[in-house]
Each structure stands twice: as C-alpha cells, then as structure tokens.
C-alpha cells in the first residue's frame, strides 16, 4: 500500500498530461481492486479455519 500512496503521489506532482494521469489512477485503481479481493478471501479463508 505504500508503493500505491508514493506511486500515486509521484503522478500527481508529476508534468504527465492530464489523460496519462488518468490512465496512471485507472490502472492503480485495478491493482488496487485486484489486492482488495485477495485480501478478503484471505482473510475469509482464515476466518473458516478458525470456524474449523
């Protein structure tokens, strides 16, 4: 998360034009959708091992 934050920040200080800042947030933004899922089914996974 805290590649994301720097990665983000570097964009927005950065001289890119306004639509590779977008395609540079849309592209976090899947990462991130990405990451959200594997850690909701971890953390489902350990919730049922402790159910088990």
């Given at each position: 998360?805290?590649?994301?934050?720097f990665?983000?920040?570097?964009?927005?200080?950065s001289?890119?034009?306004?639509?590779?800042?977008?395609?540079?947030?849309?592209?976090?933004?899947?990462?991130?959708?990405?990451?959200?899922?594997?850690?909701?089914?971890?953390?489902?996974?350990?919730?049922?091992?402790?159910?088990?």
């Amino acid at each position: 998360l805290q590649r994301i934050d720097f990665f983000l920040k570097l964009v927005a200080a950065s001289e890119c034009s306004d639509e590779e800042k977008g395609l540079a947030l849309q592209w976090v933004s899947e990462l991130t959708d990405e990451l959200m899922a594997k850690i909701r089914t971890h953390e489902y996974n350990r919730s049922m091992d402790v159910i088990n």
